[in-house]
């Protein structure tokens, strides 16, 4: 039996720079492709220590779509997360973000089993 004392909770900070650069992204791709929802996708990096998560930064992800699948450019990817870690060596990929108006897809599962 799990002691009374023991929290299955987990703390997460997202720092103001990631909403902006989400936001950001959005709004320009919205612009440039004058598309009503458009659909970006990208990168968070932060720190895990335990059950507590700080999101400090992030960055677009370049996407094809191949056969109507969308597909995360690696050599992209591999380039911006080294020059993140030459400058910030403790952050690390903690997971991604999308945006549109559809809910979880098959496609984000997807995009999930590639990074």
């Given at each position: 039996m799990a002691s009374s004392s023991a929290t299955g909770s987990?703390?997460?900070a997202i720092h103001p720079l990631v909403i902006?650069?989400?936001?950001?992204?959005?709004?320009?791709v919205?612009?440039?492709d004058k598309v009503?929802?458009?659909r970006v996708l990208g990168a968070l990096i932060g720190?895990?220590?335990g059950r507590n998560v700080e999101i400090f930064n992030s960055f677009e992800l370049q996407c094809?779509?191949?056969d109507g699948n969308i597909v995360i450019n690696r050599d992209y990817y591999n380039a911006?997360?080294?020059q993140f870690k030459q400058v910030f060596k403790d952050l690390d990929f903690l997971g991604w973000y999308t945006t549109g108006d559809l809910a979880e897809t098959e496609d984000?599962?997807?995009v999930h089993r590639q990074v």
């Open positions: 987990v703390t997460v902006m650069n989400i936001s950001e992204h959005w709004t320009r919205r612009t440039q009503q929802n458009p720190m895990q220590k094809d779509v191949v911006k997360e080294e984000d599962m997807k």
